[in-house]
C-alpha cells in the first residue's frame, strides 16, 4: 500500500546522520536513482518495507559496468514485478556533437583517464546524473510538478555509515552551489536519502536485501575505476581478462597520449594497474573487502 510520507517525519527518523527534510507533497514525483549495488538494492527494499512504492527507478548505464552488474538488473527487476514496483528504465548518455557514447570511449577519444583518476567527479555528473536528469525533464510527472511549483523528488543510496555521511555532506555543498550559481537543476530537484534518515548502515543493507530472498549485488562501478582497490583489479585480472585488458588500454592511451600523466601514475593514481598484471592474487588480499559484497 502506498503512503506518499516521504521523507519521513522527524520522529521517524533513527540515529541516521542526516536530519528528514520535512516536506509532504502527495503529488510530487519519487524518482529512485538506482546503482545496482548494496545500498540502492536495499534502499528499494526497505521503501517498500514502510509502503513507500516509487514512481521511477532510473538506471545510469555507463557502458562499462561489470557483466555481474548487468546480470543482476534482471534479477532486480523480477523482484520489483513481485511487489508491484515500477522496472528499471534503464538511461544513457547521448552526446550532442561527440562520437563516443561511453565512458569507456570518451577516455580512449580523449586518451586520458577517468576524471576521478584526477581527483574529479565529472565522469560521475557526465555519464550518470545528466542521462537521468535529461530524461526526466521530458518526463510527464515532472513536467507537471514543476508547472505546480513541486519540486521532483531523487531517492540516493547512501547509507549511515561514515564513509557516506562524507558523501552526503559533499553531495550537500554541490547542490547548494548549483543553486548559488543559478542551475535550473538546483530548483527542479530535492535529494533524499532514506537510509541515512531511516539510520540503516551497511550490515542493516545487508540484512534488508536477505531478507527478501535477493541475492547481494557486486559492488557497482565502472570495470576501470580508479577507486577500485588492488584487490578487485586483480579478481577483475583473473575474472574478467579481456575487461582487465580493455582498463590497461585506457591507461596506456593516456600515458602515450598528446596529454602524458603528470600528476598520477595512472588509473590507480600512486600507481598503473599494468603493475598489477603478474602478481599474486594472495598478495594483495583485502581481508576487509573480501567481507563486503
Not at 519540486?151 to 547509507?159: H, S, T
Request: hydrophobic share 40%; net charge positive; glycine share 8%.
Amino acid at each position: 500500500m502506498r503512503t506518499n510520507r516521504y521523507p519521513p517525519r522527524r520522529a521517524d527518523v533513527a540515529a541516521g546522520c542526516g536530519a528528514a527534510r520535512p516536506f509532504f507533497r502527495s503529488r510530487a514525483p519519487l524518482v529512485v536513482s538506482y546503482g545496482a549495488g548494496v545500498d540502492s538494492t536495499a534502499m528499494l527494499v526497505a521503501m517498500w518495507r514502510r509502503g513507500i512504492r516509487p514512481d521511477m527507478i532510473l538506471f545510469a548505464d555507463t557502458g562499462a559496468e561489470k557483466p555481474e552488474t548487468y546480470a543482476y538488473l534482471a534479477v532486480i527487476d523480477a523482484w520489483l514485478a513481485s511487489v508491484g514496483f515500477p522496472l528499471i528504465t534503464v538511461v544513457r548518455y547521448r552526446p550532442k556533437r561527440a562520437k563516443y557514447r561511453t565512458l569507456e570511449g570518451k577516455c580512449l577519444a580523449n586518451e586520458t583517464l577517468p576524471s576521478l583518476a584526477f581527483g574529479k567527479h565529472s565522469c560521475s555528473l557526465v555519464f550518470k546524473v545528466e542521462p537521468q536528469n535529461q530524461f526526466l525533464r521530458s518526463w510527464e510527472p515532472a513536467l507537471q510538478a514543476w508547472a505546480a511549483g513541486a519540486r521532483v523528488i531523487k531517492a540516493i543510496g547512501y547509507d549511515s555509515g561514515e564513509q557516506d555521511c562524507r558523501r552526503r555532506t559533499k553531495a550537500d555543498k554541490a547542490v547548494t552551489a548549483k543553486a548559488e550559481k543559478g542551475d535550473p537543476d538546483a530548483a527542479r530537484f530535492t535529494y533524499w536519502y532514506p537510509l541515512q534518515d531511516w539510520g540503516i548502515d551497511r550490515v542493516g543493507c545487508l540484512l534488508l536485501i536477505a531478507g527478501v530472498g535477493l541475492p547481494v549485488p557486486m559492488k557497482s562501478a565502472c570495470f576501470f575505476c580508479p577507486a577500485s582497490k588492488k584487490s578487485e583489479i586483480v579478481w577483475l585480472r583473473d575474472t574478467h581478462p579481456v575487461l582487465f585488458r580493455r582498463a590497461l588500454r585506457i591507461e596506456r592511451g593516456a600515458q602515450d597520449g598528446k596529454h602524458g600523466l603528470a600528476t598520477v601514475a595512472g588509473l590507480g593514481r600512486s600507481f598503473a594497474w599494468a603493475s598489477l598484471q603478474h602478481v599474486d592474487a594472495g598478495s594483495v588480499a583485502d581481508q576487509v573487502e573480501l567481507l563486503r559484497p
